[in-house]
């Protein structure tokens, strides 16, 4: 059973530690996002335990309380249940989407990494609330081997599946627009945004595309 949780428009932050400045804290930059009014939020901290994942998003929870926003834990549906979060995200290595729901319920919505149109379809199907198609140009996020999806996987993708879908992978201000052309529900940003010199000023450049 999905979700009956409506998903954001826009743009779709992911904040780790891995790409975040030489010196920033992680939640005084999550902060910056939530007063900037990032729309959507993810937690992900790939070589962390998940005690250090579970302290962090408490206090995420507690930034939340007083600038609201759409916040997703990556990988831990224990961890997103525990703290009240709006959403888990999987993928492959992660738990399966049956058994995230088995985890948190009905409410919490539940998204889904994708690397091709039939595996975005494959994860509707199976129950995603959303999912995301990467990459869409090279990422140095990923590395070199990542399968680029490019555009006209996106506009496939979009087409063929009734759930909202966020692109993600080399997104920047040169093709955002022509990525928002194909018509996902948001776009994925990681050192996009926490690399920028001014990140509030670059939230709102991101959500004032429509």
């Not at 989407?97 to 039939?118: K, T």
């Not at 080399?170 to 945004?193: E, K, L, Q």
Request: proline share 5%; with cysteine.
């Amino acid at each position: 059973m999905a979700s009956s949780k409506l998903f954001p428009q826009g743009l779709y932050v992911i904040v780790d530690p891995r790409f975040l400045p030489h010196g920033v804290d992680l939640l005084d930059y999550v902060s910056e996002l939530a007063h900037a009014r990032a729309p959507i939020i993810q937690l992900r901290m790939k070589d962390a335990s998940a005690s250090q994942v579970l302290e962090v998003a408490r206090r995420m929870i507690k930034i939340r309380r007083k600038h609201k926003f759409f916040f997703v834990v990556n990988d831990y549906p224990e961890i997103a249940k525990e703290v009240g979060a709006d959403a888990v995200h999987v993928g492959k290595t992660d738990a399966a989407i049956r058994d995230a729901r088995a985890v948190v319920g009905p409410d919490m919505m539940i998204g889904f990494s994708s690397h091709s149109l039939s595996e975005a379809v494959a994860a509707a199907e199976k129950g995603a609330d959303y999912v995301a198609l990467g990459a869409i140009y090279p990422t140095a996020t990923k590395g070199p081997g990542h399968p680029v999806q490019g555009l006209e996987t996106l506009r496939q993708v979009v087409a063929a599946v009734s759930k909202p879908v966020v692109a993600i992978g080399g997104i920047n201000r040169t093709n955002a627009a022509d990525v928002r052309a194909c018509g996902p529900a948001a776009i994925a940003m990681i050192t996009g945004i926490s690399q920028a010199e001014d990140v509030a000023a670059e939230v709102r450049w991101y959500q004032s595309l429509r």
